[in-house]
Every structure is written in C-alpha cells, then in structure tokens.
C-alpha cells in the first residue's frame, strides 16, 4: 500500500517553462488536494476535487491548473512557470473512511530560475 | 470564506512542562472538523488531533488535547509533560464538510529545550 505518491520529487525549470506534477493515491479517496508550503510559511491550497471530474479553486490557483480524470490521479500543471513559484509542493487525499484525516505525499520541491 | 488563524509563529517549553498553542478560525457553517497537524524536519505530516465540530467533548489523544469553543470559534492545542521530540511546526486545519475545502493556519514552531 503505497499511499500518496508524488513525482518528481525536485525539479528545476527556468522561467516560461511548463511542467506537471503527478500525484497518485492507491486509498481510492474521494478528495484531493494539492498545497504549496514556501519556507517557513503554513500550506496554501492550490486547488482540490471531491471526486474525478471536479475540480475547484483553493486559496492560490493562479498559475496553475488540474484535472481529475480518474480518482487515483491528481496532477498538478504549472503553466509558464515564474520564480514566484518556487515553492515545495505537497499533494494529500482522504475520505470520510479515514476520518478525513488527510495523507501526505513526500513533496515535490519545485525551483524556478 | 473560511479563515484559519495561528498569531504564534513561534514558542518554546522546557522538556516535561506544558504549553498550549492557539488557534482560531472563522466559517459560516456549523459542522466542520478541526484538525491540529505536526511537522517535523523530515516535512512529513503528521496528524496529532482531529475534533469534530459537532461534539461538544474535547479530543485527547495521550500528552495532547484540545479546548474547542465553538462559539468562540477557538481551537487551542495543549501538550503536556512535553518531550524533545515534540520539537516541530504545528500547524491547525479546518475542513467544510460542506464544500470538503481543508484550510491550513499558518504554524506556530514549536522548541522544546533539555
């Protein structure tokens, strides 16, 4: 049972590069969110679905983009990348199942130069 | 929208001593779940509490607890006889069982001295 996973797990891209975050869960949970934590700072949510097909904005969605094709996959796209999207990425799902207590992937720390 | 509060950046305890980290938090609705979460160095996340709004009795899980007032929409986490390896980011969270949004506060550090 391997969790939440996350790939890659570090990236550099230069400024106006793409990229997609891919973030997979095997728990079949309903929900699924994607976080940026920058140094020192608290988790920001980005965008998360509550359940394939949906998908809906969190508190920084600008500059990113996601989908929700399957309940298992979760990526995270990342159009134009600019350096204020140097952050560390943090993919979690849960369900009701689980006491909505949420399951982390390990990160994905995104550099952008 | 809903607001998670943490105005302690950071605090510190002497080993076996107790402390308590606020929270508060700001929602319209009236059922939710409050969670406090635990990071330490490694930045894995670790769930230390969850409380579920409509139960008026505290959470406890062993050294740590909760004081839930609703009304008050505070949310405050108390470590007793603290330990080193509770040294950490602690971070509360909320979840709208209405839209399933999980909203994280910004962390209080945690240091926890021999």
């Known amino acids: 049972n391997a969790g939440v996973t996350q790939t890659p797990k570090f990236r550099i891209l230069k400024i106006g590069q793409s990229m997609t975050l891919q973030c997979a869960q095997d728990m079949n949970h309903n929900y699924m969110y994607w976080y940026r934590q920058d140094p020192g700072m608290g988790l920001k949510l980005i965008y998360y679905s509550v359940g394939a097909g949906i998908t809906d904005k969190g508190e920084v969605p600008n500059g990113y983009n996601v989908s929700r094709s399957t309940t298992e996959d979760f990526p995270l796209r990342l159009e134009l990348a600019a350096p204020s999207q140097t952050s560390v990425y943090f993919c979690?799902?849960?369900?009701?199942?689980?006491?909505?207590?949420?399951?982390f992937g390990a990160g994905t720390r995104l550099s952008v130069l | 929208a809903q607001t998670v509060t943490q105005s302690q950046p950071e605090m510190s305890v002497q080993e076996a001593e107790t402390v308590t980290l606020s929270c508060t938090y700001d929602?319209?609705?009236?059922?939710?779940?409050l969670f406090w979460y635990k990071q330490p160095p490694s930045r894995q996340m670790i769930l230390v509490i969850r409380?579920?709004?409509?139960?008026?009795q505290n959470a406890t899980e062993n050294r740590f607890s909760v004081n839930f007032q609703k009304a008050a929409k505070s949310f405050s986490l108390k470590i007793s006889d603290s330990q080193l390896g509770d040294t950490a980011m602690y971070f509360c969270?909320?979840?709208?069982?209405?839209?399933?949004?999980?909203?994280f506060g910004t962390g209080t550090r945690l240091k926890v001295l021999a």
């Open positions: 929602t319209s609705e009236s059922n939710y779940y």
């Open positions: 409380q579920e709004a409509y139960k008026q």
């Open positions: 969270a909320f979840m709208s069982t209405r839209t399933y949004k999980y909203i």
């Open positions: 979690a799902s849960n369900n009701e199942l689980a006491k909505n207590i949420q399951y």
